[in-house]
């Protein structure tokens, strides 16, 4: 069965420092979500992308934070100077073009900023 | 803004229990989602409905629009039934957003 996958599924880095989260949604899928879930919160929203564009973004998505599907296959987050905060569980999930389609989730990049 | 709430935050089981997990929310909605979330982080989607009832293997779930409420129910548990259980709703955004909105969730424990 299809899935989506990530990479890493841990990164560490310091504060400061950019990251690149990396997402392979399912292949005939064309609607792509991040979401976010700090250790012991329940998971949030970030923004969905479709068409090559964002659709939609949460207060959470501010400048620091960028998305992109750079080729066809993959769709990357981006956070351009990590903060401490920033440290959490990042879900990327697809989502057919016909709605009443469920998201399917891949299982996470673990993001630990000291 | 949606508020889901969940109940119970916790919930211990014996296995072959009947168990609910229900979910409230605020704000009409488009569909609910229901969720399941391993020990190890990875999120699985178990159904998503706008109406009516779901069934799946030992899993049902239903929702009521007008009392903005759905619930998740297994029958006979199994131990490997642990897991948090996170309903998710997604209300009237734009066109192909479908931003979704989460509950806390619910830890479920089945004991053998």
């Known amino acids: 069965e299809p899935e989506v996958t990530q990479t890493p599924s841990h990164q560490v880095t310091q504060m400061g420092q950019e990251v690149i989260l990396r997402c392979v949604p399912i292949?005939?899928?064309?609607?792509f979500y991040w979401y976010r879930q700090i250790l012991g919160q329940k998971v949030e929203f970030l923004v969905s992308?479709?068409?090559?564009?964002?659709?939609?973004k949460s207060e959470i998505f501010d400048d620091q934070f960028s998305v992109e599907r750079p080729d066809g296959s993959n769709f990357t987050l981006k956070i351009r100077s990590t903060k401490l905060e920033d440290s959490a569980m990042y879900f990327c999930?697809?989502?057919?073009?016909?709605?009443?389609?469920?998201?399917?989730f891949g299982p996470g990049t673990r993001l630990t900023v000291t | 803004k949606n508020e889901v709430e969940q109940s119970p935050q916790n919930l211990t089981a014996q296995e072959g229990e009947f168990i609910t997990i229900n979910c409230s929310y605020s704000?009409?909605?488009?569909?609910l989602h229901w969720l399941q979330q391993h020990p190890g982080g990875g999120i699985v989607s178990l159904f998503m409905?706008?109406?009516g009832k779901k069934k799946h293997g030992r899993l049902i779930a239903t929702i009521n629009i007008q009392e903005k409420h759905s619930s998740l129910h297994i029958t006979a548990s199994h131990p490997r039934d642990s897991a948090v259980y996170i309903c998710?709703?997604?209300?009237?955004?734009?066109?192909?957003?479908?931003?979704?909105?989460f509950g806390k969730g619910t830890k479920l424990s089945v004991i053998p």
């Open positions: 999930a697809s989502r057919p073009r016909l709605a009443g389609y469920e998201q399917y």
């Open positions: 992308f479709y068409n090559n564009e964002i659709s939609e």
């Open positions: 409905l706008s109406s």
């Open positions: 704000v009409g909605i488009s569909a």
């Open positions: 292949s005939n899928h064309l609607y």
């Open positions: 998710a709703v997604r209300g009237y955004s734009g066109a192909g957003s479908y931003q979704l909105t």
